[in-house]
Structure formats: structure tokens, C-alpha cells
């Protein structure tokens, strides 16, 4: 885990790259029923598509009201994210701690 940790600072650090860290403390959270992916493309003539990985299966979603709705899902998430000047900080934490 040690080396996941690492990567995630370093892939921080990527001028294309933006993460953020949810606390356990902000509790509860519309995307806890699974983990998605919102694809966009360099193309702006190509719509996002939202990628959801099952255990045996996964679906892309391009309807512009499914998208629309994992869309409002991740803004959520990342306003009750800790700013993401802050995410080396938070993992660099979790490294000494262990």
C-alpha cells in the first residue's frame, strides 16, 4: 500500500491530474454504492461517457441524463473533498502513519 500511497502524490503532482481526498469524516456519499468514471476527450465534438465496472460486467452510459446525473454525483464528491492543494498533505499523513 505503502507504494500506492506514493504514486498517488506523484500522480498529483501531473499538470493534468486533479485528486482529491474525502475524509471518512464527511461521512455518507451519493457514489458509496460503487465506483464510476466520467471519460472525456481531448475532441469536444465527442461526449463524456460514464464507465461503471461490475464484478462481472460494466456498462458505458452516453444518454445525456444518465451523465448528467453521475456528473452532479462527482460534484458533490469533490466539494466535500478537501481542496486539492491539500491531497499531498492528507496521503503524506497516512504515509507516516504507517
Known amino acids: 500500500m505503502r507504494a500506492q500511497l506514493e504514486r498517488l502524490i506523484e ?8 485528486l482529491q481526498v474525502l475524509p471518512f469524516a ?3 456519499h451519493p457514489a458509496m454504492v460503487g465506483a464510476f468514471s466520467v471519460l472525456r ?3 469536444q465534438e465527442l461526449p463524456d461517457v460514464v464507465y461503471v ?9 452516453s444518454k ?7 456528473l452532479h454525483v462527482m460534484e458533490s464528491i469533490c466539494v466535500r473533498s478537501a ?3 491539500r491531497t499531498v498533505e492528507i496521503v503524506g499523513d497516512v ?3 504507517a
Do not use: K
Open 11 to 18: 500522480a498529483s503532482e501531473l499538470p493534468n491530474v486533479i
Open 26 to 28: 464527511a461521512g455518507a
Open 41 to 43: 476527450f481531448a475532441d
Open 53 to 61: 465496472e461490475h464484478l462481472t460486467s460494466a456498462l458505458y452510459l
Open 64 to 70: 445525456q441524463e444518465d451523465v448528467d446525473q453521475y
Open 83 to 85: 481542496a486539492p492543494g
Open 95 to 97: 504515509l507516516n502513519e
